[in-house]
């Protein structure tokens, strides 16, 4: 039996898998021998399955490290070098 996290990260890096139908995802799964969970998500369309093999009974949210609009750390701006000072020309005052 192939492993679901395996499978699942070949169809998502092969678009003619990703966007196949039914039918041929389901050929395919049946001909690498994906687990049962799997088979049964893509032709149902219901992850439950998947949740059940995975451990995980409910969809926990994804927990996000970004900070609220309008607290963005500020980058400090780097004043550039100042320009080097030209030599003075001969015979020029």
């Known amino acids: 039996m192939t492993d679901t996290i395996e499978l699942l990260e070949a169809i ?3 678009a003619s898998l990703r966007y196949a139908s039914t039918e041929t995802l389901t050929e395919v799964l049946e001909q690498a021998q994906a687990s049962e969970a799997l ?3 893509v032709i149902t369309g219901d992850s439950k399955q998947l949740f059940a093999e ?12 970004q900070q609220t609009p309008g607290h963005e750390e500020e980058e400090e701006e780097i ?6 000072a030209q030599p003075p020309t001969p015979g020029k005052a």
Do not use: Y
């Open 79 to 84: 004043p550039a070098p100042p320009a080097p």
């Open 39 to 41: 088979t049964a998500a």
């Open 12 to 14: 998502g890096q092969n």
């Open 54 to 65: 995975f451990g995980r009974m409910e969809h926990a949210p994804p927990q996000s490290t």
